[in-house]
């Protein structure tokens, strides 16, 4: 007579329920995982690096290869910084410049995006992708064109200042001869250009991202307003505004970060870091850690402190954001 054994109880079979929502729950973090090792090892190792020059004094090459010895100066170089009135001037000419384009880039991308929006499908892929252009140009590319637009001698805007009678020209603007004019020099009129040329290359993104929010707006709520008899302004700020005021806050935090870090186009245009009269964070870092004689050092506590302001910009924003939440 034959005896039935039980088959052993396997091990998936003995998992408890809790113990395989651990491992669901595990499993994000472990997909995760390759990714947080490279964004640690491209951003976050190079930013402790610099966080641990500011607080040394780095006036020589050999020493970033470790020829010689790091001086220890504790706050040293923020001090230095915090106290010069210079860094005061730079940090505002740096304020105002971003609140002035992300402004201007805000307003424009968005009245481009309630434009396509208004467009047919294949009149949207074309214009959609003619803006593009601009925001896909490299900004080097990009600044190297409008630099040869306001050239003195032979760009186009110079061009266009000497094809006016001289009569007008004369009673306009006080000259009449615009050749060898140079759009650079004055401080103003070189912030004016600059600011085109970031917003030139900005708005179309800001564009693009309303027009995919618009999407998501029940065009129903757009139709109830009209035959309430609410115009265009109302329509936008009642129901578009209020709908998109998550996907505008993204918008304006990334534009105040993008447009506090702009490098690029001012070396461009000022054609180097002579004229400190025009000096913001980003370039006032560059130029007083690599020009002679340089100041590592006090190029990392700027590049340190710069970081600290867009951290505290991203902060009020998230806490903005979790406050309208919990509102909800």
């Not at 992300?102 to 434009?115: D, N, P, Q």
């Not at 070396?267 to 100041?295: C, H, I, N, W």
């Amino acid at each position: 007579m034959t005896t039935l054994t039980e088959a052993p109880e396997t091990s998936a079979a003995r998992e408890t329920p809790a113990r395989r929502r651990r491992r669901v729950d595990r499993l994000p973090y472990l997909l995760l995982l390759p990714c947080l090792v490279i964004i640690a090892v491209l951003l976050l190792w190079p930013l402790g690096q610099v966080v641990a020059m500011s607080f040394f004094r780095l006036n020589n090459v050999r020493q970033l290869r470790g020829d010689r010895e790091w001086p220890w100066v504790g706050l040293g170089n923020y001090t230095d910084i915090l106290g010069d009135p210079f860094f005061w001037t730079v940090l505002r000419n740096t304020v105002l410049f971003a609140a002035a384009n992300v402004a201007l880039t805000m307003v424009l991308g968005t009245l481009v995006g309630l434009l396509l929006n208004r467009l047919g499908k294949r009149m949207v892929a074309f214009v959609a992708s003619c803006v593009m252009l601009a925001w896909a140009t490299p900004a080097l590319t990009g600044t190297i064109v409008w630099k040869w637009i306001f050239d003195d001698t032979s760009g186009l805007v110079t061009w266009l200042f000497n094809a006016l009678p001289d009569g007008l020209s004369q009673a306009l603007f006080g000259r009449s001869e615009w050749t060898g004019y140079g759009w650079f020099n004055s401080p103003l009129l070189f912030f004016a250009i600059l600011t085109l040329v970031v917003v030139w290359h900005s708005f179309p993104f800001i564009a693009v991202s309303v027009l995919a929010g618009l999407k998501s707006v029940p065009s129903e709520l757009h139709e109830a307003a009209r035959v309430d008899g609410a115009g265009p302004w109302k329509v936008f700020w009642q129901i578009t505004f209020p709908l998109l005021r998550p996907v505008f806050g993204i918008l304006v935090v990334l534009s105040t970060i993008w447009d506090f870090k702009v490098f690029t186009q001012y070396y461009v245009l000022a054609g180097g870091t002579q004229d400190r009269s025009t000096f913001m964070l980003s370039v006032y870092s560059y130029a007083e850690a690599f020009s002679p004689p340089p100041k590592y050092g006090l190029g990392a506590a700027i590049a340190v402190i710069l970081t600290l302001i867009l951290l505290v910009v991203t902060g009020v924003y998230v806490r903005m954001v979790l406050k309208q939440e919990e509102d909800a």
